[in-house]
Structures are given as C-alpha cells and as structure tokens.
C-alpha cells in the first residue's frame, strides 16, 4: 500500500462489549479487529491513510450502541463501524447507520431475512449453518428435537428456520423454551428437569452470552450423554467452551463456516498473531475471525474504489476477495451478505472443535432461503479432507 503517510487517517468506529453478558466473545470481535487494523497500518496503511480506531464499551445494552453509533457518526469523524453481536444491537445500530448515510459491517451469525444498504453482515446466514446443523443432526441422532435460546430475536427467529426444516423433513420438535440473557441456576434447573422429562434425540441451544457455560455445565451434571442426546449449537464457539470447560463441552456440536483448529496457512498465521498479541491461551471463534476479515475487506475495497467515500467503498466491495483464514470470502452484489465456507464441529477432549463435515467450496449466502435446501446442501467429498463435505452452489 502507497501514498503519503502525512494524509490524514481514517477514522473507523469498533462497538463491541468489554463489559456485559456478552462480553466473552465481543472482546474477542474487538481484538480482532485491533489486530486488523495493526497489520494494515503496519503495511503502510490505506491509500498512504493510517486508520485509527475509535473505541467504546456498549456493554451489551441495545440503547447504548444505539447512543454510541449516533455519537461516532454525529460527533467522531466516523463514517464506518465495525461492531455488533447481539441482532437486538444490531437493529438499535442501523436506522441510525442510514439515517447518518454510514456502512456497519455486522461480524456476526444471524437469523437471516434482512437486508439494508448501510449494512455488511460478513457472519453466516441461515443457510450457511442453521440448515447444515439441522440436517447432520437428524441423520446422525435421530428425529425428535429439543429447542432452547436466549430470550430475544436471534433465538427466536433461528428456531423458528429449523423447527420449519425439522418439520418439513420428518421430524418433530417436542419442545422450544428460552432462557433470560443473564440466566442462573433458577432459570436452567426447569429445562433440565423438562429435557429429561422429553427424552428427546437431541438439542439445539441457541443460547448465548454467560448462561452457556451455566447450561452446559447443568447438562453434564444432570448425566447426560453427547453421545446418545448431544448439544448442536449456532453460538457455542471456542470463547465458550474455554469458559464452560472442556470436560462439559465434549462431545457436542456447532455449526459455523471457522474453527479455531482449522489447518491452513492462513489460519496458522492468523493464529499465531492473534495469541501472540493476545495470549497463547486466548480463544478465538467465527465471530472473531469474521470481526478480522471484514476490516481486510474494507481495506481492499478502498484501495479498489481509490476513495474512502462510503458509495465508492459500497461500490467496490463486491469485487473484492480476501483470502480469510476460513477460506476466500467475498461479498455477494445482491444482498451484501458474503460467501463462506459452512463447516460443523464437534468439542474434543482438548477444547478444540474436531470439523465433521465441512463445504468443498464457499456457500452462497441465501439470507432469505429462496433457493430450496437440497439445492444448496448436498452430501459430497471434500477433496483435501477425510470428512463428508456440504457442497453448494456457491462457486
């Protein structure tokens, strides 16, 4: 990257908790972030711009990312943030993002059917996981499901996509219950009676933030065994399994297009940067690894457009291609969704994901699942690996 380092920077806002329930895998979407932004000012920046982050803690309140995103676009000189876990922070960020005529790009997995101008999501779509869970569970373990969430609008609309599938395939969902964001003891007692209870195949937990690890944890010590009755998740990811431990987490699955344990160059280089700036213990997820690419991205789509205008850079993103280290990503022109390799994990006994199926090439997001499910999720191989492979028709 060239250019005059004396240009003044770009300015980008980060919204992620530091504090607040979530705060375990938002630390992580801002240090990768902070990492991005290191490796770009470090190869000379953007257009010969430096870019410089301006940081604030929503602490997992909707009200207060919308206050912060009305301040980074009204007062800080920003025009672009990068932020957002929860979809109900998400939705506080963006009419204020439109109103103002800046972009967010969202890093996230999320229940699908939206689309918004102003808007990047570089986190799976429901046909890039919930779909692919779905369906290796109920070949894999049986017919009769057990739903569980945290009580707000992720939750609810990701089961509301695989209770249709589950149902529509021959299967049957006993159950579907939701937990408060910052559940204890009290509130995880009644679904483990319930489960037992139900006795049903399997269960998928779209619960998030604190009340995973407390989930688990009451599962393992009700007796439970993943290997009749497992968990499959959209949102347990390595963050969490370093919180609720290893010995609860085995054994159970989550579906998303990163692993930390994935074996590629570029996953090695991210790896080693990120720990050796973070810790060698530090855990790192899909959202994390979303939270880095989408910043590269940006970067690429800068230097295309040769303007850090927010059209220019809307204009010229789709033409971009990073090669993350889940594989090469892009954004697709339609829907400002991006292409991404589905994969689904199961915890091993060292806190790591084993990947048991994963896609030969990247998935085409469908974030309204128009296209049918058997036309995007088919069994095949993948030719550099032993597992059975989702092929789509993403190319």
């Known amino acids: 990257m060239s250019g005059s380092s004396a240009a003044p920077p770009i300015r980008v806002g980060v919204l992620f ?34 870019l410089e982050a301006v940081v604030y803690d929503p602490a997992s309140d909707p009200r207060k990312f919308r206050r912060l995103a009305e301040d980074l676009l009204g007062n800080d000189g920003v025009e672009v943030i990068f932020g957002c876990y929860m979809s109900s922070t998400r939705k506080a960020v963006l009419p204020v993002v439109e109103q103002r005529g800046g972009l967010l790009f969202y890093p996230t997995l999320y229940e699908g059917f939206e689309f918004s101008a102003n808007c990047i999501y570089s986190g799976a779509a429901p046909n890039q996981n919930s779909i692919g869970l779905a369906r290796y569970l109920m070949q894999n373990y049986g017919e009769r499901f057990y739903l569980i969430g945290s009580n707000y609008v992720f939750p609810y609309e990701s089961n509301r996509i ?52 407390a989930f688990y944890r009451a599962y393992r010590k009700a007796g439970f065994d993943p290997a009749v009755m497992p968990i499959g998740s959209l949102t347990t990811c390595e963050p969490e399994v370093a919180a609720i431990g290893a010995e609860a987490a085995e054994g159970h699955y989550t579906s998303a297009p990163y692993f930390q344990s994935i074996r590629s160059p570029e996953n090695e280089r991210f790896v080693a940067a990120y720990q050796a700036k973070f810790g060698p213990d530090a855990p790192m997820s899909s959202c994390t690894e979303a939270a880095y690419f989408q910043v590269h991205l940006f970067a690429r789509a800068v230097e295309r457009a040769g303007s850090a205008a927010i059209p220019d850079v809307k204009e010229a993103l789709p033409g971009c291609l990073y090669v993350a280290p889940q594989g090469p990503v892009r954004i697709d022109r339609e829907n400002n969704h991006t292409y991404l390799w589905p994969r689904i994990g199961r915890v091993a006994a060292s806190g790591q994901f084993d990947v048991v199926e994963e896609s030969a090439v990247p998935i085409k997001p469908d974030p309204y699942l128009i296209t049918p499910e058997d036309e995007t999720w088919a069994a095949g191989r993948s030719p550099d690996t032993k597992s059975t492979s989702i092929v789509g028709n993403g190319g």
């Open 17 to 50: 908790s530091e504090t607040g329930v979530t705060a375990l895998v938002e630390r992580t979407q801002r240090r990768a972030v902070e990492l991005a932004l290191e490796e770009l000012n470090a190869a000379g920046g953007v257009l010969g711009r430096s």
């Open 162 to 213: 695989i209770r249709d599938y589950i149902s529509s395939h021959g299967g049957k969902v006993l159950e579907e219950r939701y937990i408060p964001l910052s559940a204890g003891e009290e509130d995880i007692a009644p679904i483990i009676a319930d489960i037992r209870k139900c006795n049903p195949s399997v269960i998928i937990s779209t619960v998030v933030g604190e009340a995973t690890a």
